[in-house]
């Protein structure tokens, strides 16, 4: 039986993580489901952020459903010594996933064009899959230095961290329409030369069936405003993936629609793009429809169950359209819009 571990979290966490627990119950009922602290209030109740009880935990995971962490910016715990402050407990459970492809789907749902920037005819039919490499390039390289009036830092690639994250690029086309664009800036950097062989190498030898094609990241930048629905996949390394995630993050219009999934060697991480929203934490108003379509995405990459993703999909989609929430203009409250959900999932397709 898989096992799940959820980890609510602060703020609007364990309010939006309580209704997709719900959900994955409803879709997954053979799926066992545990929940441990992180984050501040982890802090208050064990001392750290990412407790010993909540690590154990995690290996014996199948995959992990995050809310939110942290508090308000005048919140004491951000004046706690670094290591114990909501966010790094985050950080530390990335860690130890060891998650090195950031998917992040920016996708308009039909009938909440009216919510995109971009006019409604560029808003329409937007359902990209962005896959950032999480763990290598610029941040993290050793090779770094700020010396005087001199500073560099080294974006460096190996063919085995370009190929694990193109595989999870190439895995995702495949269930969805067979194109993926890898991003590069090839005509400059020696590093992006590599990437784009690779990329190209692995295509050729074992993903055929996928239409593959190569694009420059200021390029991509432009057209992922210009023209979105051009892109199914796209896959980038971490520092390129990092700014065009967040360029078409805005295209949906609400935060409250994005979810997020981190895929490595172990259990894989989802949880909502938005923050712990501690401004409206506890009073039953937050919109849960990014938690619930991690779930989508937990059931889909983590799970591979992509019959009941589908339907989790579809019906978040249903209840935006009928019941939306406050940030999307509408009235329904978390419990309604679950109970919308709940009751779209028994709609057959
Ligand atoms: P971070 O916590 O990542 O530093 P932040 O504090 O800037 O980011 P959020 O906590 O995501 O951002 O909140 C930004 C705004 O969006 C707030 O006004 C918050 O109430 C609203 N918001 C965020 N998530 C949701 C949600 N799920 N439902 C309704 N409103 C939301
Ligand atoms: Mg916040």
């Not at 190929?163 to 950097?189: H, I, P």
């Not at 379509?293 to 999909?313: E, F, I, P, Q, T």
């Amino acid at each position: 039986m898989p096992k799940v571990i959820t980890l609510p979290g602060d703020g609007i966490g364990p309010e939006v993580t309580a209704a997709a627990v719900e959900v994955l119950r409803e879709v997954a009922p053979d799926v066992t489901i545990e929940e441990r602290p992180i984050g501040g209030l982890a802090y208050e109740a064990h001392g750290e952020p990412f407790p010993q009880v909540t690590q154990d935990a995690l290996k014996e995971a199948d995959a992990v459903l995050l809310g939110t962490v942290g508090g308000a910016h005048d919140s004491p715990w951000n004046k706690l010594e670094r290591r114990l402050r909501p966010e790094s407990g985050l950080l530390a459970l990335r860690k130890a996933l060891g998650c090195y492809a950031n998917l992040r789907p920016v996708r308009v749902q039909p009938g909440l064009e009216h919510l995109s920037p971009l006019k409604p005819q560029l808003a329409r039919g937007v359902d990209i899959l962005i896959v950032r490499e999480l763990l290598g390039g610029v941040y993290f390289d050793g090779d770094r230095k700020i010396d005087g009036d001199t500073a560099y830092n080294t974006m460096r690639y190996t063919t085995a961290e370009v190929e694990r994250v193109a595989k999870v690029a190439f895995w995702a086309a495949e269930q969805r329409r067979g194109r993926v664009t890898s991003v590069d800036k090839a005509n400059v950097l020696e590093v992006s030369e590599l990437w784009r062989r690779d990329v190209q190498a692995l295509r050729d030898r074992e993903y055929r069936s996928i239409h593959l094609n190569h694009e420059y990241v200021d390029s991509v930048a432009m057209l992922i405003v210009a023209d979105p629905s051009r892109y199914d996949v796209i896959v980038t390394e971490n520092l390129f993936g990092d700014i065009l995630s967040d360029l078409a993050a805005v295209i949906p219009g609400s935060l409250g629609l994005m979810p997020s999934a981190s895929l490595g060697d172990g259990a894989g991480l989802f949880e909502p793009i938005h923050g712990s929203a501690p401004d409206i934490a506890g009073k039953g108003i937050a919109n849960p429809a990014a938690a619930i379509m991690s779930v989508g995405m937990l059931l889909r990459h983590g799970l591979k169950r992509s019959d009941a993703a589908n339907h989790v999909d579809r019906a978040v989609a249903l209840a935006l359209r009928e019941h939306p929430t406050r940030d999307l203009g509408g009235t329904a409250d978390t419990r309604t819009f679950t109970r919308a959900v709940l009751e779209s999932l028994g709609t057959p397709a």
